[in-house]
C-alpha cells in the first residue's frame, strides 16, 4: 500500500469555484503535514503546513483527520492562477524523510 | 522561505557520458539533503537520502553505484548520475530541511535529457 494516496484528478472548475482535495496516510506514525503546490515543470513550492486544528492562509483551509488519517486542502473562490497540481506531503516522527501523494491535478476555467 | 539552488538547471548528455548535479542550500544549513526524480506527469520518487559527513541511504531499486551522491558540507549536495543512458532523461530535484526546522525547500530542479 502507498504511503500517501492522492486523487490525480484532473479537477476542472470554473472561476470563483471552491473545491476540495483529500489526501490519506497509511502510516499512524505520520507526524507533520503539508501541502505543496507544484507548476508544470517547475518544482515544488510549499503552499501551507497543516496542523492538527486546522488552519486557514486566506482562501487555503487545510485540516488533518487524524482518526481517519487524512489531510484536505480547500480552495475558496478559485483563480485562474490556481491552476497547479497539488501535492500533499506527511513525514513521520522524529525522520526527515517526505513522503509525497502523486498529485492532483486542478484546472480552473475562465 | 529558505533558498535552495541546483545547477545546472538543464543538461543535454550523450548516452555512456556522467553528470554531475550540485544542490546548494543558500541560506541555511542542512545535514540531510534529499534528491527525487520526476518523469512527466508522474510524482516525485525519492531516490536517496544525501547525509553530511556520512553514506547516502538510497530507496529501493535505486543503484548506488550509477546515481553516487556526496555530501561533502553542511550546503552542498552533489549527485552523478553515471553511465547515462536514455532512460535516465528526468527531472531531477533535491530539497532539504533546515537543520532543525519541519519544512522542506525545494532547489529548481535540473532536467537532464541523454541522447
Known amino acids: 500500500r502507498k504511503e500517501v494516496e492522492q486523487d490525480p484528478g484532473p479537477f476542472n472548475v470554473p472561476e470563483g469555484a471552491t473545491v476540495a482535495f483529500n489526501c490519506t496516510y497509511s502510516n499512524s506514525a505520520s507526524q507533520s503535514f503539508f501541502w505543496y503546490r507544484q507548476d508544470c515543470r517547475k518544482e515544488p513550492k510549499l503552499l501551507m503546513s497543516v496542523y492538527s486544528s486546522g488552519n486557514e492562509d486566506g482562501r487555503f483551509t487545510a485540516q488533518l483527520n487524524r482518526a481517519s488519517q487524512y489531510i484536505s486542502l480547500l480552495i475558496r473562490d478559485s483563480k485562474l492562477s490556481d491552476s497547479a497540481t497539488y501535492l500533499c506531503?506527511?513525514?513521520?516522527?522524529?525522520?526527515?524523510?517526505?513522503?509525497f501523494g502523486s498529485g492532483t491535478k486542478l484546472n480552473v476555467k475562465p | 522561505g529558505a533558498v535552495v539552488s541546483q545547477h545546472p538547471s538543464w543538461v543535454i548528455c550523450k548516452s555512456g557520458t556522467s553528470v554531475k548535479i550540485e544542490c546548494r542550500s543558500l541560506?541555511?544549513?542542512?545535514?540531510?539533503m534529499f534528491w527525487y526524480r520526476q518523469f512527466p506527469k508522474q510524482s516525485l520518487m525519492l531516490m536517496a537520502t544525501?547525509?553530511?559527513?556520512?553514506?547516502?541511504?538510497?530507496e529501493q531499486g535505486v543503484e548506488k553505484d550509477k546515481f553516487l551522491i556526496n555530501h561533502a558540507s553542511l550546503t552542498l549536495s552533489t549527485l552523478t548520475v553515471t553511465s547515462a543512458h536514455p532512460e535516465d532523461s528526468s527531472f531531477y530535484i533535491c530539497?532539504?530541511?533546515?537543520?532543525?526546522?519541519?519544512?522542506?525547500?525545494f532547489g529548481p530542479g535540473t532536467r537532464l535529457t541523454v541522447t
Open positions: 544525501s547525509n553530511e559527513g556520512s553514506k547516502a541511504t538510497y
Open positions: 506531503a506527511v513525514r513521520r516522527n522524529g525522520f526527515n524523510k517526505f513522503y
Open positions: 541560506d541555511f544549513q542542512a545535514t540531510t
Open positions: 530539497s532539504a530541511p533546515p537543520t532543525g526546522g519541519n519544512e522542506q525547500y
